[in-house]
């Protein structure tokens, strides 16, 4: 069995949303799904340790843009991974990442970005979102090459779209396949 970490932290609910669409794709195809947060905000929450990386056979990672970049929660985590960089235990495992912004142009782009940076230096295999999921082309919200991404507008509505909710799972599935094919 595949299992696959769908790391977040979600402010208003959104990055939460896309976590649980990204989820259902995984366990839809048989995966063994842990989520995770970085700080316990509510009852069902379940914090990140070092050994769900090592354990894990993939990564789903995704926070709201801050101005770009990752959520502060997320970086402060990255920050205390050394020790597992210096072992090698993330090498080869497929990764993907996702944001959500409040505007079109709210930097998920730089953010995806900012994302797959611990991700890379760890070794991890980046997976982005091919232009044959078809709401690639189509979206007129979230949705990226680089990864899935929500516009959540100035309301904050963590409602996904139709589009996003099928790039989350497309992105999902996809995760799914590699990690089956590494594994």
Request: glycine letters at 6%.
């Given at each position: ?119 890379l230096h760890h070794g991890m295999m980046l997976l982005g979102v091919p232009y044959d999921v078809p709401e690639l082309l189509s979206t007129r919200s979230g949705g990226t090459p680089y990864g899935a991404t929500h516009v959540a507008g100035s309301d904050n509505s963590n409602e996904l779209s139709e ?21």
């Open positions: 069995m595949v299992t696959v970490v769908v790391l977040y932290h979600s402010s208003h609910g959104s990055v939460e949303a896309m976590a649980h669409e990204i989820s259902d794709a995984l366990e839809f195809h048989g995966a063994d799904v842990k989520l995770r947060t970085f700080e316990k905000k509510r009852e069902h929450d379940q914090i990140i340790s070092k050994s769900d990386l090592i354990e894990c056979d993939a990564l789903a990672f995704g926070t709201p843009t801050r101005f770009g970049m990752m959520a502060a929660q997320a970086k402060t985590f990255w920050e205390t991974t050394s020790d597992i960089w210096l072992k090698g235990q993330l090498i080869d495992k497929p990764a993907c990442v996702f944001s959500s912004s409040s505007s079109m142009h709210g930097g998920n782009e730089a953010t995806l970005l900012n994302l797959s940076l611990p991700l589009c996003e909710k099928r790039i989350c799972r497309a992105v999902g599935t996809r995760l799914f396949n590699i990690a089956s094919k590494l594994k």
